[in-house]
Each structure stands twice: as C-alpha cells, then as structure tokens.
C-alpha cells in the first residue's frame, strides 16, 4: 500500500520514449513526402485529362495562329471561373467572420460597457407605463402622517448631567446590573 501513495514511477524509460519519439517524427516524415509524392500524381493526371498534348510539328503559320487564339479562349475562360470562385471565397470568409462575431456576442464574451445610474421620478415610470394620455401623478409624501417637531421636543425632556459621572457609574459589573435592573423595572 506504500508504494501506491508514492509517485507512480513511468514503466517507459526515458531512452525508450526517446526511440518511440524519433520512430514517430520519422514516420510522419515518411507520410508527409509520400503525400507530397501522391499530389503531384495527381496534378499530372488531372491535367493528362483536361489538356491533351498539342502536337505542332507539321501545323502551318495560321493553323498555329488558330491554336494560339483557341488557347488564349481556353485561358479566359478559366480565368474568370478562377476570379468567380476567389470572390465566392472571400464573401464567404466575410460571412464567417461575421457569424463568428455574432456567436460571440451571444455567448457574452465581449466587453459590457458600465451602466450609468438614471434618477427616474415615479410619475416619469408612470408616464412610460400608461403612455402620455393618462395623466397621473403620484405624490408619495401626501399619505405619510404629518408630526410636528415642536411636539416630538416636549415630550422629551432633555437632561444635561456629567458624561463623566455616566460613565464611571456604568463602568464594570456594577454598571451592567444596573443597566439590566433599569430595563426590567416598568415605566410608571
């Protein structure tokens, strides 16, 4: 049991994942060249197919005239296919870039801009709710109860004494029994 809370030690040495590393680059090497080997058979037979070799051996001056004309056509037209297709690619890279855009913008990658605090009133909120053809206004202060403060004063009435003396009768056990007593006895 010891030896599974140690470090697991790699059953590979390190010279065999050296070998296994070289036999590896080595055969990707091999693969990549015969890849290579396989695209330029290709190229040969597909242009084997589409140009056949011309044979201008016993042909006269207007016949290679011809030829030359019939060649230049051939080229034109590939050529504008060549062009129809780069502009297919390049909107279609445009397009891709563009959802790409979108799917981050859905996924919440970019940026959010900071928020700035609006003070609405309650009739602006009203106003926006109902439309502009319902006029309310709400006065939120016209229902709370009106308390005068000059009656709030009299009632208290103010007692100036010494902080000092308030805080050496309060100051240890003494003075939280006396707090405790003072809360427990009703007010007469």
Known sequence: M?????????KITASRKLMLKSLLLARAKEALE???????????????????????GGLSFRELQELCRELHSKIDIVDEERYDIEAKVIHNTREIQDLNLKVFDLRGKFKRPNLRRVRVSADAI???LLGSKHKVSMDLRANLKSVKKEDAE???????RDWRKNVEAMSGMEGRKKMFDAASVPPQ
């Open 2 to 10: 010891p030896e599974q809370n140690q470090e697991r030690k790699s």
């Open 34 to 56: 015969q890849e290579i080997i396989d695209k330029e058979e290709e190229k040969k037979r597909y242009l084997t197919e589409r140009v056949p070799p011309q044979n201008t």
């Open 126 to 128: 009203l106003r926006s």
């Open 154 to 160: 009299k009632e208290r009435p103010v007692e100036v």
